[in-house]
């Protein structure tokens, strides 16, 4: 519960830099944001989503260790070892997103119309007068490290568990394992698919497409996640 504190929270804070803005701008016929609350929206999203992708991975390990090692659990995952945990996933999402967009803002931008339903990172690029290859590198590096890399964790420690339910040998066991495991692989797919087909596509994909992918994991994802785990509970 301690990790999903943590989730709950980003999830809200996640939601709180955007959802309000972009239901203002459905509403309104006057669709603006001032240059430092767009630049506090890129920040706080990326900063969020950067956070989540590093927890999600860190609740894998928290059940790979609960499934495989279930009675050195307590002394493994200790509360000074969780809240270490949770404030490495805080610390590299937030400085990642400091970088991204400190970057991204010194950009010189050709143009004051964003199109997309927030300010998001990738669409204020789209702005930008002239291409950046330290810009691409960036955004390429972070992305790697924020999404392939906990995904390829989330995957190593899946294999250990699956692994070791197959070798209960009462069907209620089996069944109780894949039942913990369960809600957050179904938060895992839901999220890192939308975000990866978001960030790690081809350049050529269409801005109709980035919006619906950037609704899916910046607002169905948030909005899923507490009716997923309290099914679970």
Same mark, same amino acid.
Request: overall charge positive; charged content about 10%.
């Given at each position: ?174 069944? #109780? @394992?894949? !039942? ?6 179904? /938060?895992?797919? $839901?999220? +890192? =698919?939308?975000?990866?087909? %978001?960030?790690? #596509? @081809?350049? !050529? ?6 919006? /619906?992918?950037? $609704?899916? +994991? =910046?607002?169905?994802?948030? %909005?899923?996640n507490p009716v997923i785990y309290s099914l679970r509970n």
């Amino acid at each position: 519960y301690f990790f999903l504190g943590n989730l709950s929270f980003m999830d809200i804070c996640y939601t709180s830099a955007s959802i309000p803005t972009l239901l203002v701008n459905l509403l309104s016929s006057q669709k603006t944001i001032i240059f430092s609350g767009c630049a506090t929206q890129m920040y706080l999203s990326l900063a969020m989503g950067s956070t989540e992708c590093v927890l999600l991975a860190v609740m894998a390990y928290d059940r790979y260790v609960a499934i495989c090692k279930p009675l050195r659990c307590p002394i493994i995952m200790s509360r000074q070892v969780c809240v270490q945990m949770a404030a490495i996933s805080w610390v590299t999402g937030c400085l990642t997103a400091l970088l991204e967009t400190g970057f991204a803002l010194q950009m010189p931008l050709c143009g004051n119309l964003i199109d997309h339903f927030t300010c998001e990172i990738l669409a204020v690029l789209k702005l930008a007068c002239t291409s950046s290859l330290r810009m691409d590198m960036i955004m390429l590096v972070v992305s790697v490290l924020l999404l392939p890399v906990p995904m390829l964790l989330i995957c190593i420690s899946y294999v250990f568990i699956l692994s070791t339910i197959l070798r209960i040998s009462s069907a209620e066991g089996r069944s #109780k @394992a894949f !039942s913990t495991c369960g809600a957050h692989l179904t /938060v895992v797919i $839901l999220y +890192y =698919g939308a975000a990866l087909s %978001m960030y790690l #596509k @081809a350049p !050529s994909s269409s801005q109709e497409t980035d919006k /619906v992918i950037s $609704l899916l +994991y =910046g607002v169905l994802t948030p %909005m899923l996640n507490p009716v997923i785990y309290s099914l679970r509970n």
